[in-house]
C-alpha cells in the first residue's frame, strides 16, 4: 500500500487561520476553522506509520500533523491534504527498495531520524459539505476514511475513485547531523498523479543503509 493510500489508525506546517472553531477532531487532537476568502481548513496531529514502494512492509513510524483545506469551485470542492512531521526507520526493506529507473537501496536500518512533508489534491462530488459536524467519539478524523464520512457524507473523492483528478507528491529527508553513522541515500520522493486504475506513481531515491 503506498504512502499517499494509507488509512492510518491514529495521525504540514501551520495555516494561517481565523474565527472559533468548527470541528471536534476526535480521537486524533486537532481542530477546524474557517478561513477568509472561502477556505476551511482541518488539523489533526498523530502517531502513523508508513509503507515504502513494495507496498507491505511498514518501513517507518511517523508523528504527523496533518491539514485538510477545502475550497469551493465551480464543479466541486477541491479538498487538499497537507502532511508534515518526522519519522523513525524500522530494520527492513528500505522505502525505495522495490522502485524502478532510480538509483536506489535494498534495507535500512532501525532508528534513522528524519522529517517528511507533501500534499494530496483531488475533488469532492456529491454528498454534502458539513464543517460543524462533531466527528464521533473514538474516531480520529484525522484519517482520510473518517474526515470524508463525517465532514462530507455522502460525496466521493476522485483521490478514491478511478480518476485522472487527483495529484500528490511526498518527500523524506534524513539529515546527517541526525544520523551520525552514514547513509546510503538520505532522500526519498514518492509523487503521482491519478487514482485507481488510472494512477501513475513514481519513486525516487531512498532511505537507505545498504
Not at 465551480?74 to 532510480?102: I, M, Q, V
Not at 464521533?136 to 470524508?148: M, Q, W
Not at 532522500?187 to 498523479?193: E, I, R
Request: charged share 20%; hydrophobic share 35%.
Amino acid at each position: 500500500m503506498r504512502r499517499w493510500m494509507a488509512l492510518p489508525a491514529v495521525l504540514v506546517a501551520a495555516l494561517a487561520i481565523a474565527t472559533a472553531a468548527i470541528a471536534d477532531p476526535g480521537n486524533g487532537k486537532g481542530k477546524g476553522k474557517a478561513q477568509q476568502k472561502g477556505n476551511t481548513t482541518f488539523t489533526f496531529t498523530f502517531a502513523n506509520t508508513d509503507t515504502g514502494s513494495c507496498g507491505t512492509n511498514e518501513w517507518a513510524a511517523l508523528q504527523e500533523t496533518r491539514i485538510w483545506k477545502v475550497r469551493k469551485t465551480a464543479t466541486g470542492w477541491r479538498l487538499t491534504r497537507y502532511d508534515r512531521g518526522t519519522f523513525k526507520t524500522n530494520a527492513g526493506p528500505s522505502p525505495g527498495a522495490c522502485e524502478k529507473g532510480s538509483k536506489h537501496g535494498t534495507v535500512v536500518a532501525a532508528g534513522v531520524k528524519g522529517k517528511f512533508h507533501g500534499y494530496l489534491a483531488g475533488t469532492v462530488t456529491g454528498g454534502t459539505f458539513t464543517p460543524n459536524a462533531t466527528c464521533p467519539a473514538n474516531t480520529n478524523c484525522g484519517t482520510r476514511s473518517a474526515f470524508l464520512q463525517t465532514y462530507f457524507p455522502g460525496g466521493t473523492w476522485s483521490c478514491d475513485t478511478n480518476s485522472t483528478d487527483c495529484k500528490f507528491v511526498f518527500e523524506y529527508a534524513a539529515p546527517a547531523k541526525s544520523n551520525p553513522k552514514p547513509l546510503r541515500f538520505r532522500h526519498w520522493q514518492d509523487k503521482g498523479k491519478g487514482a485507481g486504475t488510472m494512477l501513475k506513481e513514481i519513486f525516487r531515491g531512498d532511505i537507505a543503509t545498504a
